[in-house]
Antibody, heavy 116, light 111 residues
Framework: QVQLLQSGAEVRQPGTSVKVSCKTS????????VNWVRQAPGQGLEWMGW????????DFAEKFRGRVTVTSDTSITTVYMELRNLTLEDTAVYYC?????????WGQGTLVTVSS | QSVLTQPSSVSGAPGQKVTISCSGR????????VYWYQQFPGMAPKLLIY???QRPSGVPDRFSGSKSGTSASLAISGLQSEDEADYYC????????????FGPGTQVTVL
């Protein structure tokens, strides 16, 4: 069965970076895009960006451009999202989700807490 | 502020029908498909409707989606207690290439 398994919760100080992993399984990795969506505490969903399976194509919401990098290791079918220069407003649950237009499968979420 | 607009909450008695609206613009809903996600507290979202009105396998036919112009709606008929959750509409916006947009979410309460 299709699974997206994310890395565990992280705590970071403002100004630092965090890297979240998303281990995929149960499908052909090369056939599907992976998106990143975040949700601040008590808030709604916010689309961050997507990456093509071979990492050659990516796109991000304007507010994240220059601050986020998405990469993949196809040998272990894992996608990584690194967010830099963290602020308190980046505290959120970060989800990876499979799909090009709609997201059929989601990871369980990774809580990133930014606190001084 | 979300690009898409949804009511913050709707409610209904068991067995009733509730409808959640999602309003956008020509550049998003008017030009692209609409998707709906269901989310329970502490859980990841789940795809409920894709391509305006299609249900993934396993989604009960009590859930139905529609779209007209720059608006879309999700209807839940025969409301059940387990339908109490947050519902988000989503689409893509042509104004910025590759930009996904979500509505602010609607909390459904079963009275």
């Amino acid at each position: 069965q299709v699974q997206l398994l994310q890395s565990g919760a992280e705590v970071r100080q403002p100004g630092t970076s965090v890297k979240v992993s998303c281990k995929t399984s149960g499908y052909t990795f090369d056939n599907f895009h992976v998106n990143w969506v975040r949700q601040a505490p008590g808030q709604g969903l916010e689309w961050m960006g997507w990456m093509s399976p071979n990492s050659e194509n990516t796109d991000f919401a304007e507010k994240f451009r220059g601050r986020v990098t998405v990469t993949s290791d196809t040998s272990i079918t894992t996608v990584y999202m690194e967010l830099r220069n963290l602020t308190l407003e980046d505290t959120a649950v970060y989800y990876c989700a499979r799909g090009r237009s709609y997201f059929s499968y989601w990871g369980q979420g990774t809580l990133v807490t930014v606190s001084s | 502020q979300s690009v898409l607009t949804q009511p913050s909450s709707v409610s209904g008695a068991p067995g009733q029908k509730v409808t959640i609206s999602c309003s956008g613009r020509t550049s998003n809903i008017g030009s692209n498909y609409v998707y709906w996600y269901q989310q329970f507290p502490g859980m990841a979202p789940k795809l409920l409707i894709y391509n305006n009105d299609q249900r993934p396998s396993g989604v009960p036919d009590r859930f139905s989606g529609s779209k007209s112009g720059t608006s879309a709606s999700l209807a839940i008929s025969g409301l059940q207690s387990e339908d109490e959750a947050d519902y988000y509409c989503a689409s893509w916006d042509d104004n910025v290439v590759g930009r996904g947009v979500f509505g602010p979410g609607t909390q459904v309460t079963v009275l």
